[in-house]
């Protein structure tokens, strides 16, 4: 069966779509001394380093995972209504922007759930979490993602054809010049709502799944002392 040819509109957000997640990659990225610190002043995060959330009511930390989404879908709204404004013209730039509210939306919730991304590895499981985020299935990659500078392309690359295939129908009302800032406002906060929500439920099964392993760890180490010790 032939493969049908993707839309001019697809290709389009696709290659925009590909264009900010690299840029994003290479140069945005939350810097997680600073976000600690607003995580304790402007969260009321009682933590002192981010092994501590580990400690910490899962609940809670839920709370503030919704509140840094819902921060990103407001300003991915602000910045979709003024680049809107321009229609398709303004699609490029404004994927681009979107991809870097997006992935900055993601590093957060990743450092709140405990998981920092200062080595290699630690970067490509936050590229997994935002293939999740999109719905990628990657279980072809996974046993070569200790190579990031080959694997975080890749990646960004199956990111990007499945997630222009997801919105590239919402986004063709940006045809319409009047309601394009509109549109534009909405589908941004809708995508960072979407993939903020995914996101957040990576990285709270993570956190769950090391809080249970730390969990064995010490009941196996009680059981293996002496009796009266």
């Excluded at 957000?13 to 995580?39: C, H, I, N, W």
């Excluded at 680049?83 to 994927?95: C, Q, R, S």
């Excluded at 957060?108 to 999109?134: P, R």
């Amino acid at each position: 069966m032939a493969i049908e040819p993707k839309s001019w509109l697809r290709r389009r957000v696709e290659g925009a779509l590909q264009k900010g997640l690299t840029r994003a990659y290479e140069s945005v990225r939350v810097d997680p001394a600073k976000f600690l610190m607003q995580l304790r002043a402007g969260y009321r995060v009682p933590i002192s380093g981010y092994h501590g959330v580990f400690s910490l009511d899962v609940e809670g930390l839920d709370i503030v995972a919704d509140s840094i989404i819902r921060s990103g879908m407001k300003m991915a709204a602000v910045e979709g209504a003024g680049l809107g404004l321009g229609g398709l013209i303004t699609i490029v730039p404004d994927l681009g922007i979107l991809s870097a509210i997006t992935m900055r939306t993601i590093q957060k919730l990743s450092l709140l759930y405990g998981f920092e991304f200062n080595t290699d590895d630690e970067m490509a499981e936050l590229w997994i979490a935002a293939a999740s985020a999109a719905g990628v299935d990657l279980s072809r990659e996974l046993l070569e993602r200790e190579v990031v500078s080959k694997f975080v392309p890749r990646v960004i690359q199956r990111i990007a054809a499945k997630a222009s295939a997801e919105v590239v129908e919402k986004w063709a009302g940006r045809m319409i010049p009047l309601a394009s800032s509109a549109i534009g406002a909405g589908l941004n906060y809708w995508f960072v709502r979407a993939w903020g929500q995914r996101a957040m439920a990576h990285f709270r099964q993570r956190h769950l799944a090391v809080r249970e392993r730390d969990r064995a760890r010490v009941v196996e180490h009680q059981a293996s002392l002496p009796a009266g010790q």
